[in-house]
């Protein structure tokens, strides 16, 4: 056998676009790539020897180039005699069989990639906490609370796994985020939050970060400041210049005695400096009469373009 094809039905002509008249006569060859024509020889050894092969998941080329996952099943053809005089080879599209499996694959990766760094955030809350909580009770709220946030947060940076997409890990706003967190506080009637400005894409590797940073902020509100008294107010800003973003966190109405000036170096506020670190920020405060003033200085990268 010398791999010509002698024989070229509908739907070979479907699957490789080439039409009878100009597949017959010519080598298998010209639908198989470059990188892969050592396969050939090797299959037709096999069927020299009378073997039969089945299922074999290899790519081929079209007659427009573009190249396709195939399996093929081929048999050895005999004559009257028993002499082998040729082969025939079914050859199956298994590019969607192939695309699904690679989705899944990602998508695992993904899930093991989030649950490793999951349990080591995990990890790190836990043994900071340890260190300044008093009482099991206090240690189990303060966890739940910024596991609730964390979820809030990953899940909105699932990957997408729409029909026909490559599964892709996905990047929210900050205003969304921040809606998220502090959606438990929310009053219609009153509107105790507001949000200002151009909403903007946090990138997924950020919104950790963010997250916990933001959850320390409206955990300090709820305690002492805006969000503790029903007249209080709470508005977020964020502005960009040429240099980089500001985010402003201003609480009003909120009476100042029921404001800590001071801060204690406790397990929020050391949770609180690790995530400013890792948005590489800087941060300043304001105890106005009013409620308190937080700035957030942060690199032009950290937020793409506004929307």
Known sequence: ?????????????????????????????????????????????????????????TIRRRKDGTLIDISLTISPIRDSDGKIVGASKIARDISERKRAAEQQNMLLREMHHRVKNLFAITGSIISLAARTVR?????????????????????????????????????????????????PFEDKEV????????????????????????HEYATNA????????????????????????EIAWLESNAEPPTFPQTREAGFGSTLEEMSVRALNAQVSRDWQAHGLLIRLALPRDTFELPL
């Not at 949000?195 to 933001?214: K, N, Q």
């Open 1 to 57: 056998m010398q791999g010509i094809i002698t024989t070229w039905n509908l739907s070979a002509e479907r699957l490789f676009g080439y039409t009878a008249d100009e597949a017959v006569g010519r080598p298998i060859t010209i639908l198989i790539p470059e990188d892969r024509l050592d396969e050939e020889p090797a299959i037709l050894a096999r069927i020299n020897a009378g073997e039969r092969v089945d299922h074999f998941e």
């Open 135 to 183: 009482t099991p009770a206090e240690l189990a709220e303060g966890m739940q609370d910024r596991l609730v946030a964390l979820s809030r947060a990953h899940q909105m940076t699932l990957p997408s796994l729409s029909s026909g997409e490559q599964p892709t890990q996905q990047s929210t706003t900050l205003f969304t985020l921040l809606s998220n967190l502090l959606s």
């Open 191 to 214: 509107g105790r939050w507001r949000l200002h400005g151009e909403d903007a894409h946090i990138s997924a590797d950020r919104v950790t970060s963010f997250a916990l940073l933001f």
């Open 222 to 245: 709820v305690k002492y400041g805006a969000l503790s008294v029903a007249e209080g107010r709470l508005d977020i800003t964020l502005t960009a210049d040429r240099d980089g973003f």
